[in-house]
């Protein structure tokens, strides 16, 4: 999702620093915005030098303290809440007064996030969708200490890089999660239960109900794992069971195959492999 994020910033002609953890995860996110743009220039829709553009937009580093001058910073590491309060400790200490501070968390509490900083008020969450570039929503969730500007000059600002801001407050699963998830657990509990096969309900979903992927391939784009710790989080707050993890989904996050990320998860993304049925 860095990656994604750091494009859409880019594309909408800002100057990005994108800090990752290891040189190697640079490369990797150098190498996704560059096939990502890739994509864009061989289907027309950007101009080589368009390309070049963006990618000269992208500094990286390693180190927080590249992030000392921005006006905005954007978290999307692992959902895990301590390493999440390591990265906004050093965020607290590096940014200037005035930055506001976001987190792309999608199953955790921003308030948790944000009473974990000295500066709750400049706090907020940017919750943008997979594949970044191309979805059109960006979730701003406002905790109860947020400063009422930052909220507005982060919707500001996602409008201005043409997308979608829509502003809520910090409940599990925000809104789009919240009904998404109950829709895709469900999909995952009739797969468990015999219901259909992965591929039968995917077709009636693609072809019936005029979505541009099936319940399965969607998941294995979110990533399982995400999948599972989403609907926790949801589960956790709403105790509503609708939204706790289908046996199939542990079992495979288990199994370590977590989707296209892993290379395989209710498909297989190996071309040497017949596409596996969970
Ligand atoms: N990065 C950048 N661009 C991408 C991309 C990627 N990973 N994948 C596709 N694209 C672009 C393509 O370049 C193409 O652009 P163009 O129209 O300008 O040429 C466009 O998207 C369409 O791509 P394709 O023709 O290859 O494929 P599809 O038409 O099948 O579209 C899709 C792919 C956009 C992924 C579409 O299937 C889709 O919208 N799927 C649903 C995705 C969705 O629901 N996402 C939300 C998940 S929930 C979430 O993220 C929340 C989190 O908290 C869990």
């Known amino acids: ?11 909408g002609g800002l100057a990005v620093v994108g800090v990752e953890i290891n040189e190697d995860a640079l490369e990797r996110g150098r190498g996704h915005l560059k096939r990502s743009t890739g994509r864009a220039v061989q289907r027309g829709r950007l101009t080589e030098e368009g390309q070049r553009d963006i990618l000269g937009r992208v500094t990286f580093a390693t180190g927080f303290e590249g992030l000392a001058e921005c006006d905005l910073v954007i978290e999307a590491v692992p959902e895990r809440l301590d390493l999440k309060h390591t990265v906004f400790a050093e965020l607290d200490r590096v940014c200037r007064d005035d930055a506001v501070l976001a987190t792309n968390t999608s199953s955790l509490s921003v308030t948790e ?9 400049s706090v907020v969450g940017v919750h943008f969708f997979n594949p970044a570039p191309v979805m059109k929503l ?4 406002a905790t109860v200490r947020t400063e009422p500007d930052a909220v507005s000059r982060v919707a500001e600002l996602v409008t201005s890089l043409g997308k979608t801001p829509v502003t809520i407050g910090d409940r599990a699963g925000f809104v789009a999660n919240r009904l998404l998830f109950g829709y895709l657990n469900h999909a995952a509990t009739m797969l468990d239960s015999g219901h259909a096969t992965r591929d039968d309900i995917d077709a009636a979903m693609r072809t019936g109900a005029g979505l541009p992927m099936g319940p399965f391939t969607l998941m294995d784009l979110i990533g399982l794992d995400t999948c599972v710790q989403v609907l926790d989080a949801i589960y956790a707050e709403s105790r509503d069971r609708r939204y706790a993890a289908a046996p199939v989904l542990r079992e495979l996050v288990t199994a ?11 498909y297989s993304y190996d071309p040497a492999e017949t596409p596996a049925a969970a």
């Open 113 to 121: 996030i944000a009473a974990g900083t000295g500066r709750p008020t």
């Open 1 to 11: 999702m860095g990656a994604g994020i750091a494009e859409v910033l880019a594309r």
């Open 138 to 141: 960006v979730e701003v969730i």
């Open 256 to 266: 370590g195959l977590l989707g296209r990320k892993s290379g395989r998860g209710f």
